[in-house]
């Protein structure tokens, strides 16, 4: 027999909870497809504290977004591209930002 939601947390938190996992997976399904370098652990260390940053700039209007999008997305020895920053940010404002 099923418990039902923990009465502590509620119901509502577990579908937070679980409503934020499968966004993140997503993030990271489509930044492998952007570039299969940010699908690697380095590449993914960090990606929901990057892709949060980068919303809050895009919707700040910042200059130059792909730029900054390249930058904060690449990782190590991996540079992202200024057209990959580009497509990172339409998959951001498309799927991601809130």
Known sequence: ???GPDPGRGAGSAVDEAFGAARS???QSGLRYVDPALGTPEGLAGVDAK?????AD???NVAD????AAQRFSVGNHKVTEADGKRINTLLRNTYCG
């Open 1 to 3: 027999m099923d418990p």
């Open 25 to 27: 997976a997503a993030l």
């Open 51 to 55: 892709a949060d940053a980068q919303c």
């Open 58 to 60: 895009l919707r700040r």
């Open 65 to 68: 977004p792909d730029r900054l």
